[in-house]
């Protein structure tokens, strides 16, 4: 008698794609271990390594016994200092209550989602968009709904574009600017359209602020929660420590949100992660502490960042029939390959193959004539990588 056929997998680990910014990180480095001479572009992670003074203010809590369960939002005193930084860098009134330290900025991200959105709602997701956006909405149950901006508007989408996609089920937008895969950087007047489309509609907007202070040419950064206090009900601001002090191992991501949605994910946060390491917060909270070494730190990055920025963009423009925007933030660019009469994930696929160049392919950000490189890697890799990258293209059809 046969037995009955029994799924293996839930719906939600069926239907879920691992990230492919990791995968091609994994697989460069696998293939640098293996002996290969290997130019990776793939991961979004500084190649500094953090501050000491951050490290020895872990170490020291290590030394101290920090080492227990912390309350489930974050040590008190790393909220208070995240409140005080709000005020200080954007005039928002925070206070540390409506603060949440979680185990790093991609669970804030989906905290927040699944704080909001409940099965059948839409989330409106800029595209080109960080690839883990529309896994964190279907694993809330809920609908991603693209909108697409490409190079010709600046990676941008107009606050007509949001009006259009705007239904009875729209729950919440998406905005990441800095953006991951793109640069971009919305203006304080762009970002301002977009929030009031999105407050007329009592649409909620979780703001990825991740890249705040990577950005350049006296570009400004802007946290739309400060807009006012009808804007600071409806938004969820979401950061953390990774990208502005090279922490990415640390797992130490923020959320700032109204009360009630910052209960809802700290309850959500006491029933998965409990908290985020305890020991690593002492680090966090140095970060923000220790004002003159943290910005010392963050010049000396952003000097090589500028300079890695210029150096790859201006690189690939001058590879014939490849097109790339400056990025105005992040250490992304994001080149046009269309002319290439290639799809991302074969383009990428093949220059790996044939010159262990290792960049993303852009259908990963919704974007398919694109492809994604880091700037966050050493001058050499950027050198190395730019003349295989033009020997490779100068071999396509086009």
Known sequence: MSSPSVQLLSSWASNVSPSPTLAVDAKAKAMAAAGEDVAGFGAGEPDFDTPEFIKEAAIAALRAGRTKYAPTPGIEELRKALAEKYRAEYGLAVEPAQVIVSPGGKFSCYLAILAVCSP????????????????????????????????DTGF??????????????????????????????????????????????????????????????????????????EAAEAIITVSGFSKTYSMTGWRLGTTVAPKAIAKAIVD???????????????????????????????????????????????????????????????????????????????????????????????????????????????????????????????GLDR
């Open 120 to 151: 059948g709602d839409e989330v409106i997701v800029p595209a080109p968009y960080w690839v883990s956006y529309p896994e964190m909405v279907k694993l809330a149950g809920g609908v991603p709904k693209f909108l697409f901006a490409g190079d």
């Open 156 to 229: 941008k989408i107009t606050p007509d574009q949001l009006e259009g996609a705007i239904t009875p089920k729209t729950r919440l937008l998406v905005l990441n600017s800095p953006s991951n895969p793109t640069g971009a950087i919305y203006s304080r007047g762009e970002m301002e359209r977009l929030v009031e489309v999105a407050l007329r509609h009592g649409i909620k907007i979780m703001s990825d602020e991740i890249y705040e202070h990577l950005v350049y040419d006296g570009g400004e950064h802007v946290c739309p929660a400060a807009f006012g206090k």
């Open 268 to 394: 959500l946060q006491s029933q998965t992660s409990s908290n985020a390491t305890t020991f690593a917060q002492y680090g966090a909270l140095a970060a923000l502490r220790e004002k003159e070494q943290a910005q010392a730190a963050l010049a000396t990055m952003m000097e090589a960042f500028d300079r890695r920025r210029r150096y790859l963009q201006a690189g690939l423009e001058a590879i014939p029939g490849m097109r790339c925007l400056l990025p105005g933030g992040a250490f992304y660019v994001f080149p046009n390959i269309s002319a290439f009469g290639l799809d991302s994930s074969t383009f990428a696929a093949r220059v790996l193959e044939q010159e262990k160049v290792a960049l993303v392919p852009g259908v990963a950000f919704g974007a398919d004539d694109y492809v994604r490189l880091s700037y966050a890697t050493s001058d050499a890799v950027i050198e190395k990588g730019l003349q295989r990258l033009t020997r490779f293209c100068g």
